[in-house]
């Protein structure tokens, strides 16, 4: 569309979009659709893009907002033409407004909010003048200016656009323009206490930008008609085109700021970047990369249907990302002593083992420090095996990542019958895995050095809710009853080889059998290190499902 349209010069201009958020909430992976296709289409095209906030509200918006969206664009890979405000056009609005009035195309209505719903009528029954509708173009003009003046109270007039009671499109039934907010402004202060509703604010700012292409989601498909309407009657030539896109619905999200806001004050999560919530923080937060983002928004593309997102399909956009960018190290979840009781003691000697697969075009490589005592994670370790089950158990060999094979001897428990420690010897002439007679193990296990290993905190994030679509929720029911308890499992001490000591708070690994994984930007410190995880090695939930658990 945007093609024909460049070729065919039809707007006399160059492509201009925008990316219009409103300022009451930090942007979340939704949004992240919508500034891909402004940003990329002007991109594209050689056009330009402005950043403009719909901040006609001042009872939900703040500077915070504001902040956040910039900052999240910018992490994207995107920087905006211009940075605009709808509350810089609020003198033009209002001569909008004057000239409307003089036209006879709108009016100021002094019923309540309850009665001008009620009068609106119903999609198969014809809407109620206002008995305020025919009041003259003098009177409409004084109580606009008087409202403007602050005279009124909050909600006693409204101005409102005069079309038709009787449309079929309920939005076009005399829409209303202007509303009564006596509240201070975050930019503006108290210099106004009259607001132009969405409807308003939209199509005249586009057209004062000379915005070619105004891309919004399927729920603005009805107020299409106003928005054509407001161009035509206040004679813009050649005015922007208004084309909807299907929003993102992703499953076990929920989009709505409103719903985002509870989780947040109700503090179901930590905060607007909880590595929980699909806001672009927390997503930064979680170790998500925004070349991941990006091609997440190429895969899905844009219909004019709604449709729901596996959150599989963005998983695996994540993983495919960081599987090609990111070191492996080795870290022991679970942690479970392991001693080589035939290793001399006081002994240290350092293994190399590289950072990267054979498979992946990076390079690079580091040392492990292997001594006498180690740490493995219990889940590989049984002593009663079943079937399939090739890592450790008694008696069995198997092979040590990057270092040497070794067979379990010897089991230690406590009182309890707990299992605390492993005896096990080593066979010297397998360094690096291998065995020179050519036998076989099955089995190949991850560890660090217990005198080297640092001790980290492990943050295991997973999706926030149990349901798909937490939306649709039975009747009576919140959607935090469907919230999962699970969604967070805090890991204390588990032990990390000790190359990540060298790095930098905020880097990214896979831990090679476990996951990836980021140290948090915040709470991470050298000496107390915690790690995100970003995401699993692959779907657990795919197999959940599979078994029929829901």
Known sequence: MVAKDAASGRFGRPIATRFPPEPNGFPHIGHAKSICLNFGIAREFGGTVNLRFDDTNPFTEDIQYVAAIKDAVRWLGFEWNKELYA?????QLYDF???????GKAFVDSESEEDIRLHRGTVTKPGTPSRYRDRS?????????????GEFPDGAHVLRAKIDMAHPNM???DTPLIRI???SHYRRGDAWCIYPLYDFAHGPSDALEGITHSLCTLEFKDNREVYEWLMRELGFERPPEQTEFARLNIDYTVLSKRKLLRLVTEGHVSGWDDPRMPTLAGIRRRGVTPEAIRNFCDTIGVARSDSRVELATYEHAVRSDLNMRVPRVLCVVNPLKMVLTNYPEGRTEELEAPYYPHDVPLTGSRTLP???ELYIDRDDFMEAPPKKFFRLAPGREVRLR???LITCTEVIKNSAGAITELRCTYDPATRGGNAPDGRKVQGTIHWVSAAHALDCELRLYDRLFTVPDPDQVPEGQEFTAVLNPQSLVVVQHAKIEPSVGRDPIGSRYQFERVGYFISDPIDSKPGALVFNRTVTLRDSW???KAKGVP
């Open 87 to 91: 509350s810089d056009y609020f003198e």
């Open 97 to 103: 407004a004057v000239l409307l009035i003089k036209k």
């Open 137 to 149: 173009v003098a009177e409409n003009l004084d109580l606009l200016a008087r409202m403007r003046a």
């Open 171 to 173: 939005i076009m039934r």
């Open 181 to 183: 907010r006596h509240a």
């Open 370 to 372: 292997f001594a006498r």
């Open 402 to 404: 990057y270092g040497y």
């Open 542 to 544: 795919e197999k959940e």
